[in-house]
């Protein structure tokens, strides 16, 4: 066993605080590795808040995870100490189901293995996160990091970046499509990042003017306002996709039209019961709501190296392990630009 260190909430109002622990030994297939950088995801306030149920604590949060490796089980083939790695929200699944053979892991028929807060398949203990000095995981679900990217911005791509970036895959964005993008926030800016860097072109639609200068640092080559009328309906059937990223309910009726015949508009922001929606847009023009879960590892990959090649990075803001709750505070009230990005080496070993 390895004896490390990281911040824990012990409860569902307990704010997070230093905690210490133990990994697992190493099994023959795993990686371990220093822990340089954690993103912050809303989902991690609301696991450590139990605001979705079933979590279990102590809780260690923290599933956009970038390392180096301080090494590596006997078995393991495409890392060695010293490798800049990857882990996303992913740490597990079954291996053998059609979806995992397909690369779906998120997918898997059996239910994957979360990076935290879910049983090891092993040994049943509850997993910790990145939000620690050390961290192990089988090869499987560790990704290699591109070397020219900025490893203290890399580790959004982690969750918010291939949660954007499977839906944008699975639709086929390339050059020649048009791509919306509904909701500003750490995964919207991703979504705009992404869909840009793939030749896509991009529109911000947003309820008012007031993100029109952020949407030009991000490069979007359109802006909408939700909120005008006319606007709007010069925009109807513009669209092959629209990616919606706002996580709370909302009303989708204003958004559906702007789809062309077949378009689909794609929620990955909330998870839980939808507005009523009106039928008539989707009938009358066989349009789609869908829904989509972060991605596969070989996807990510794909994603992480797209990113290297094109220097598509999150904008961040580096934290220390100590501000965290302020940071879960700000994130609430959306006061980020885009995602927090904690610098772990803060975390001091007693
Ligand atoms: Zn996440
Ligand atoms: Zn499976």
Same mark, same amino acid.
């Not at 935290?116 to 997993?127: A, C, E, L, V």
């Not at 919606?244 to 990955?268: A, C, F, N, W």
């Not at 392990?321 to 803060?346: K, T």
């Given at each position: $066993? $390895? ?28 990686? #371990? ?5 954690c /993103? ?8 450590a808040?139990?605001? *979705?149920?079933?979590?279990?604590? &102590? ?8 390392g180096?490796?301080?090494? !590596?089980?006997p ?9 800049? %790695? ?15 053979? @397909? ?11 979360? !990076?935290?807060?879910s &049983? ?6 509850? !997993? ?8 192990? #995981? ?15 911005? #890399?580790? &959004? ?13 699975? *639709? ?17 800016h $991703? ?5 840009? /860097? $793939? ?9 008012? =003017?007031?993100k029109?200068t ?5 490069k979007?080559?359109?802006y909408?306002?939700?909120? =005008? ?6 925009? #109807?059937?513009?669209?092959?996709? +629209? +990616?919606?990223?706002?996580?709370? @309910?909302?009303?989708?009726d ?12 794609? +929620? ?9 929606t009106?039928? %008539? ?18 996807e ?7 990113? /290297? ?25 959306? =006061? ?6 904690? =610098? ?7």
């Amino acid at each position: $066993m $390895m004896k490390t260190i990281g911040y824990a909430a012990t409860s569902c109002d307990a704010p997070l605080k230093p905690f210490s622990f133990e990994r697992r030994a190493l099994r023959h297939n795993d990686v #371990a590795m220093e822990v340089l950088y954690c /993103g912050v995801c809303h989902s991690d306030l609301h696991q450590a808040r139990n605001d *979705w149920g079933g979590s279990v604590y &102590p809780i260690v949060p923290g599933h956009e995870i970038i390392g180096r490796v301080t090494e !590596t089980g006997p078995d393991v083939k495409r890392f060695k100490q010293g490798d800049i %790695v990857a882990i996303g929200c992913m740490v597990d699944s079954c291996q053998h189901c059609d979806q995992c053979d @397909k690369g779906n892991e998120q997918y898997c028929r059996e239910g994957n293995t979360q !990076t935290y807060n879910s &049983p090891d398949r092993i040994d049943g203990q509850n !997993t910790y996160g990145g939000y620690s000095k050390h961290m192990i #995981a089988r090869e499987e679900f560790v990704l290699h990091v591109p070397k020219n990217l900025d490893l203290s911005r #890399a580790a &959004p791509l982690l969750c918010a970046g291939i949660t954007t970036y499977s839906p944008l895959r699975a *639709w086929n964005v390339g050059p020649g499509k048009k791509v919306g993008v509904i909701g500003l926030g750490g995964l919207g800016h $991703m979504a705009v990042k992404l869909a840009v /860097g $793939m030749g896509a072109e991009v529109t911000i639609i947003s309820r008012s =003017d007031k993100k029109r200068t952020d949407a030009e640092e991000l490069k979007a080559h359109k802006y909408l306002v939700s909120s =005008d009328e006319s606007a709007m309906q010069k925009a #109807a059937n513009h669209f092959d996709v +629209i +990616i919606d990223t706002v996580p709370y @309910k909302h009303d989708l009726d204003p958004y559906l039209p702007l789809l062309d015949v077949d378009g689909s508009l794609v +929620i990955v922001g909330q998870i839980g019961p939808l507005a009523e929606t009106s039928s %008539v847009p989707l009938v009358m023009g066989r349009r789609r709501v869908a829904g989509s879960l972060i991605g596969g590892i070989a996807e990510t990959q794909e994603m992480l190296n797209l990113c /290297g090649e094109k220097n598509i990075l999150p904008d961040c803001e580096i934290i220390k392990i100590e501000d965290i709750n302020e940071a879960y505070e700000r994130l609430e009230r959306g =006061d980020v630009h885009y995602r927090f990005v904690i =610098d772990m080496s803060s975390l001091k070993n007693d």
